[in-house]
């Protein structure tokens, strides 16, 4: 949980400071001004007394203006850290929940990778297990391996059904993840496939897109759930649309598709784009941490 940030204000006592001598410097050389032509010109001289005066009360209100408006931006951004804070506990304390929601249902056989940062979160995977929980998928793919290839493993170990192929186009985590699935004893459900990155053409535009060769070959049934969090978002604009496109013929015709960071304006354009290319019997949209979305095909 992190602390509240100190927020970056202007030094207040500086600012008074050169106020101050800046008035006492203007006094004194008015004074002085007063005492030389006091004798000669006492009109002029009570003429500088006042101007003196007014100079200084207005080079004070002056000073106190500024310090009440730094007052009330330190105030105005301690309130805006305050609320950052809450809304930082209130998102820790609800992916704790799913947490306790995860090892309520599922009994692990070895500690969890972290599932923080990059890794799926935890209320991500509380959806998975509810949509697998209601529709029995037997054969699931998904895009983008990890933690969510674990979690999603025990829960078909848990209902007695189905099986799993994540792919993922770096080599080296790719690797890690399927030690990860040896180590939990799910390799019986679940299968990492290094499907590195190609050119595929959709509509007449080249996209980069998992190698899908071995993944085909695997596949002895349609798929019933389609997971879809890889590739990086930063790999191309709408970088995730090419799944639904490549993986259309493979679906059943009860398919589910879920896709993670459905909070992102990339990943909204892809849900509105597949909604406009492909028959969608229904789209929801979930407010979870990163957002989520959830559609069903009718073929």
């Known amino acids: 949980m992190s602390a509240i940030e100190k927020p970056e204000l202007e030094n207040v006592l500086p600012v008074n400071l050169k106020t101050l001598v800046i008035s006492a410097l203007s006094g004194c050389l008015l004074a002085i001004l007063v005492l030389l032509t006091y004798k000669n010109i006492p009109e002029l001289a009570i003429l500088g007394c006042v101007v003196a005066f007014v100079l200084i009360v207005a080079i004070q209100l002056e000073s106190y203006y500024r310090i009440q408006n730094t007052l009330y931006q330190q105030n105005d951004q301690l309130q805006k850290a305050l609320a950052l804070e809450s809304q930082s506990r209130e998102r820790d304390y609800r992916q704790i929940e799913a947490m306790f929601s995860i090892f309520n249902v599922l009994k692990l056989n070895s500690p969890l990778p972290a599932m923080r940062g990059w890794a799926i979160s935890p209320d991500f995977v509380v959806l ?18 990890g933690v969510s290839t674990l ?18 186009h770096d080599e080296s985590y790719a690797k890690e993840s399927m030690h990860q699935v040896i180590h939990h004893g799910l390799s019986e459900v679940a299968t990492v496939i290094y499907a590195p990155l190609e050119e595929v053409p959709i ?7 998992y190698d899908t060769r071995e993944l085909f070959a695997k596949l002895q049934q349609k798929i019933d759930l389609l997971v879809i969090d890889g590739p990086p978002g930063d790999l191309q604009a709408l ?13 059943s015709d009860r398919a589910v598709i879920v896709m993670d960071d459905a909070g992102r304006e990339d990943e909204q354009k892809i849900v509105e784009r597949w909604q406009q290319e492909f028959n969608c019997s229904s789209v929801s949209l979930i407010a979870n941490e990163k957002g989520a979305a959830i559609l069903q095909i009718q073929k």
Do not use: C
């Open 128 to 145: 998975l297990i509810s949509l697998m929980n209601q529709h029995q998928p037997k054969l699931i793919v998904e895009a983008g391996s």
């Open 151 to 168: 979690l999603m493993g025990y829960q078909v170990k848990r209902i007695g059904q189905g099986e799993i192929f994540s792919l993922d």
């Open 203 to 209: 509509k007449h535009q080249t996209w980069q897109w």
């Open 239 to 251: 970088s995730r649309y090419p799944a639904l496109p490549v993986l259309f013929e493979a679906l």
